[in-house]
């Protein structure tokens, strides 16, 4: 059983155990069971389970010295099958997720059983970057590190969310440094320091690492936005309207652009691209002025 399980890896030595299964209610037994080896510094980790239900249990997920793990697609929403409690801590990947079945095979399945071994992971690389670490002080760096996902702060649904292996890592066992330049992490986003002989890096507010950063940032019809070391630059494109007062007559600025349809042979401005009737482009001759044709 579950109990007899768990006692066999404190007795392997192993640091983590990762329980991608559920579905029991509470027994005294396992409570008991995973409380003791939390205290002896084991770091459990189990699926939130799949019922789709909101504020309900779910064990061994449910325990309260069991890190219970929450299942997020690749939009970082929360899965429509992930259990919601007071007791998820973190969110991982578990929508589509390709791994090994039976028969030497491949599948991509869904589950927070999929999520689950995503965080015990995390905390085996985490815990390795520092072995004389406690569970207590790795689940405190991934607690710390999570990119917070849903509403503010912890929640049902998404926990702390989303766990950071480099962040966490940093957070335990930061790196050493002698001078400012030790502790250069080449990102634009991050202002990096060195005190008291360990590097500390702080995140820049507003800053963006490439042009998607920029999507939200509000600009008219006529400018287009980029990244530009580490701040969104907003730049006029050419040849745009913003309305009909630079349009010649009988046209009309449609989302940036003079639209209208002039005949061939008649006169039409060098930057329209949208004047002429049908197949006809606004071109000229010889240097003749430009016209439809």
Known sequence: D????????????????????????FTEAENQTFSSLNEKGRLSVAAAGNDGCYDCDHYPASYESVVSVAAIDSDKLNAPFSNCNAQVTFSAPGVDVYSTVVEDGYASWDGTSMATPHVSAVAALVWSSKPDATNKDVLTAM???????????HDFCFGYGLVQAVDAIEFLAPRSCTQQSDCDDQNVCTMDSCADGRCVSTDIKNCCEDDSDCSDVVIGVCQEVSCMNGTCISTDKENCCEDNSICIEGCHCDNG?????????????????????????????????????
């Open 143 to 153: 607690i710390n590190t999570t990119e917070d996902l849903g509403d503010p702060g």
């Open 2 to 25: 579950l109990v007899d399980a768990a006692k066999k890896c404190d007795q392997a030595n192993a640091n983590i155990i990762s329980m991608s299964l559920g579905g029991g209610g």
């Open 257 to 293: 652009t003079c639209v209208c349809c002039l005949a061939e042979g008649e006169s039409c401005p060098k930057q329209c691209d949208n004047c002429c009737c049908g197949t006809l482009i606004c071109a000229h001759t010889h240097g003749k002025q430009y016209s439809c044709r």
